[in-house]
């Protein structure tokens, strides 16, 4: 009796431990607030964009197109998050941001930054090459609460029209996460404009230290939810699979799918939020 009762607790504290381990990552490009969307413009969607969190239990989202406005509106829903970033055109509140939302009564910043996708990282609202706008990166070394564990995450958003711009901007991407992650196990998300097989894309996954791996190629179990992570408001449109969360192999990727969301035929953004479920 002793022995079976050894067992049970032996297998209590292994699922306790497994669940204590596992983070769920978002990468979310919200679509900027754009009267011009219409019935999908961003009031008709800031609830359903907060749900997202809520109903997936996110631990870390990278979102793309976030400006400061609808980041106070998902702060305001979302009171078990805190988040960091800076807008791209002057470093403080002005223009897209791609910010970085975590669980804050599970993770701390231990330091940040942003820099810019160009010649010329630190030099705020720089831009180089065909790049049609400004592009940055957001960065952060986080310390899990309970354990000391640390974490490297970083969120980006490439250019749409420029392909140069693209993959120069993949290999400031791999320098800087080479100078920043210094062994820590590492969290890369992003609306890259581009797909699996381009050449920016490669570059990043060809980057030696961090080691990165797709997340949707790891999972244990299949893929869900199509082939197009981008929708442009029409789910039956063919379109290309452009967003990511990489990660290096200190997480084992268990889950990874497209979250399909719409209510009363509102979309929940143009593009599908990219959700994994993994092991730390």
């Known amino acids: 009796m002793k022995k079976i009762r050894l067992i049970a607790l032996l297998m209590v504290i292994s699922l306790s431990a497994s669940a204590a381990d596992t983070l769920r990552v978002l990468s ?23 749900s997202v969190f ?27 998050y805190a988040w960091i970033g800076v807008g791209r055109d002057d470093g403080k ?17 231990v330091n940040s930054g942003t820099f810019w996708l160009s010649k010329t990282p630190e030099v705020v609202a720089s831009k ?43 290999k400031v991407i791999a320098t800087k996460m080479t100078e920043l992650a210094n062994g820590l196990p590492t969290l890369l998300t992003g609306d890259f404009n581009t797909p699996l097989n381009s050449p920016g894309i490669q570059t990043i996954l060809a980057l030696k230290s961090p080691k990165l791996y797709n997340t949707q190629t790891q999972s244990k179990t299949p893929h869900f939810g199509g082939e197009a992570s981008f929708t442009g408001f029409k ?30 035929d509102v979309y929940v953004s143009d593009h599908w939020p990219v959700w994994t479920k993994m092991v730390w």
């Open 93 to 109: 509140e002005k223009g897209e941001f791609s910010p970085i939302f975590y669980r804050k009564d599970r993770f701390e910043v």
């Open 54 to 80: 809520k109903e997936n239990d996110v631990d870390f989202a990278g979102l793309q197109e976030a400006l400061v406005g609808q980041i106070n509106d998902l702060q305001e829903r979302l009171p078990d």
């Open 128 to 170: 180089d090459w065909d790049a049609a706008i400004t592009r940055v990166a957001t960065w952060a070394k986080f310390k899990e609460i309970k354990t000391g564990k640390e974490i490297m995450f970083v969120n980006t958003h490439f250019d749409h029209v420029g392909e140069i711009s693209r993959q120069e901007s993949a």
């Open 235 to 264: 789910e039956s449109a063919p379109r290309p699979y452009i967003d990511f969360v990489f990660a290096t192999k200190h997480f084992k990727v268990q889950k990874h799918g497209f979250l399909i969301l719409k209510k009363d």
């Open 28 to 50: 979310f490009n919200i679509r900027y607030n754009n009267a011009g969307d219409g019935v999908n413009a961003w009031p008709h969607r800031k609830d359903l964009a907060a």
